[in-house]
């Protein structure tokens, strides 16, 4: 069979395989060992080349760094820290224009700093947020929309799980990505802050006349500072720790997660987080950590197919002789990542399509790094569209109200997700937004 016709196959089918149900590691293992069998004509050499690829893809000591970040992450959750944050929010922001739906950005902004996950937020603003919004009489569709869109902000702002798969797949520096992610993922809070003050003069309606209005002033409470304080302390300790440590060079990303994790441990402690409790958040971790290291390995297992087969090179080469400017081969790849988003999640999409276009990039003279930026933030808007959306299923889920539907939840995440596509056009026509800390 033809490398070429079979590495093609081999996208469609895993594509079809997700969409049918199968969980996506097992869907780019079996087809990476099918594939291989089909080029080399033995199972055995299948086999032994895939086994060597495993063993390649989990010997880095920078794996570390995924249980203990995820760790972190479920004990901020679990001890009200996305509670507090939101209250600091609140007090800063409710009375201005749109403020509540500002306010849910920036305590987004701050919880994305230490949790890494899209679905935790969402989860958590989900029960803080929307209550809250419905009370002052914001609309109940842009309630929910602006928890959707500010959730994705957990998928970019570091430590970030998805930055650190697309790190160990593009075999890039987790640091780097950490330090590539943050002006990408301010700008990205600072848009939706934009929007929605915009929105509160052009589409009123939509927002809801708490937006606006003045008369419900009186029911926003006013802590005392020390109050305030005590409230944002814990947030940015951790903060100051993992991303400060990271970025000062004290600190590995592995280091600065196990140190992280230590400290939320300390402070969930203070806060009584129970034995059983702390033993759910270690059983939770290592279920997650793995399910995505099992990803890396599949992923892994999936790039040497595509090498044996030739794909990326062929890829390369017909760009090359068909003169494609980088423009149109960037305008392909975000079409892509925005078709695959409305059917399978962001680590799906970051373990099928980046190795297929990280040569090329590379051929073009642009950064592994930046390209990962591109693709986290491509893959992302998948999260706010439908059918797929996960962020807006799971906010979906986590509400107890029948009178807002999934329908009503993507229509609010829709004006969220157009600012992002804005600001992904912005990070590809500007390189420097995510490589500039790098220089």
């Not at 440590?245 to 129970?274: D, M, N």
């Not at 390995?297 to 087969?309: E, F, N, Q, V």
Request: proline fraction near 4%; glycine fraction near 10%; charge should be neutral.
């Amino acid at each position: 069979m033809d490398p070429f016709l079979l590495g093609f196959a081999s996208l469609v089918l895993i594509v079809i395989l997700i969409y049918a149900g199968v969980y996506v590691g097992i869907a780019l293992a079996a087809v990476s060992f099918v594939g291989v069998w089909i080029l080399k004509g033995d199972p055995a050499i299948a086999v032994s080349l895939l086994t060597l690829a495993v063993n390649d893809a989990i010997k880095s000591y920078d794996f570390a760094s995924i249980p203990t970040f995820v760790l972190m992450g479920l004990i901020v959750g679990k001890t009200g820290m996305g509670k507090d944050i939101y209250d600091v929010a609140f007090q800063l922001f409710a009375r201005v224009r749109g403020g509540l739906g500002i306010t849910t950005v920036v305590a987004n902004t701050a919880f994305a700093a230490v949790t890494g996950s899209s679905i935790a937020s969402a989860s958590v603003f989900t029960r803080v947020s929307v209550p809250e919004m419905i009370r002052f009489n914001y609309s109940k569709r842009f309630a929910v929309g602006v928890v959707a869109g500010s959730s994705v902000l957990g998928m970019l702002i570091p430590p970030s799980v998805m930055l650190i798969i697309y790190a160990f797949v593009a075999e890039q520096s987790v640091g780097d990505m950490f330090l590539a992610g943050v002006v990408p993922g301010l700008l990205l809070a600072a848009a939706f802050i934009v929007a929605i003050i915009a929105m509160t003069y052009l589409t009123p309606q939509f927002i809801g006349t708490g937006a606006v209005a003045t008369n419900r002033q009186d029911d926003i409470p006013t802590l005392p500072l020390g109050a305030l304080i005590a409230k944002a302390l814990p947030l940015v300790l951790l903060i100051v720790i993992v991303l400060g440590g990271i970025y000062s060079g004290i600190v590995t990303a592995s280091e600065a997660g196990a140190a992280g994790a230590f400290v939320a441990f300390l402070i969930g402690l203070q806060r009584r987080l129970s034995l059983a409790a702390f033993k759910e958040l270690l059983i939770d971790t290592g279920h997650i950590t793995a399910s995505i290291l099992f990803l890396i390995m599949a992923a892994t297992m999936y790039s040497r197919m595509l090498g044996i087969a030739g794909l990326p090179s062929m890829l390369s080469a017909w760009l090359s002789d068909s003169s494609i400017s980088f423009f149109w081969l960037m305008a392909i790849y975000v079409v892509l990542l925005l078709f695959l988003g409305t059917i399978i999640d962001t680590s799906s999409i970051i373990l099928i399509c980046a190795p297929l276009f990280m040569k090329a990039v590379e051929e073009f003279g642009y950064s592994l790094v930046w390209f990962g930026i591109i693709t986290v933030v491509g893959a992302e808007i998948g999260l706010l569209t439908p059918p797929f959306g996960i962020s807006c299923f799971v906010i979906r889920a986590a509400l107890d109200r029948s009178d807002i539907s999934l329908a009503d939840v993507f229509r609010g995440a829709f004006p969220f997700a157009v600012v992002m596509l804005g600001v992904l056009i912005l990070l590809i026509i500007f390189p420097v937004l995510s490589t500039g800390l790098l220089k």
